[in-house]
């Protein structure tokens, strides 16, 4: 996959973990969703802006391995690179434990667009993030 071309740090909430300060692992989706949302900020668009425009990027598949645990008050390390394959837009999202270095999790993530409501190639989505393909 491509290097990587976007990173952000989050810490971990009370309200993440359970009863013994283990991040569940659901929170894992939220933290990478934060980090695409991130870097569309950071690439020049957001969310809203693109529904705005008609186009509306939805997730169509996560892999997600998990390696190790995040603990409460632990900061992360969330980065992220993307490809398009076709229609697909691939995003390989990692997330380290920032004072350890220790590899926590690593997904990729599947987006399709949507144009006006209908299923659609993603020229818009492609357009938007062009230089980070």
Known sequence: MNERIFETTIKVRDYETDSQGIVNNANYLHY???????????????????????????????????ISSLTLGDVMRSALSMKRHGARFIFEQDIYNATTGAHVVHALVTVVCLEHGRISRGDMLAEAFAEYL
């Open 32 to 66: 990478l969703e934060i980090t695409r949302h991130d870097f569309c900020e950071y690439a020049g668009t957001s969310f809203r802006a693109m529904q705005e425009a008609g186009l509306d990027p939805v997730v169509r598949r996560i892999e997600i391995d998990y």
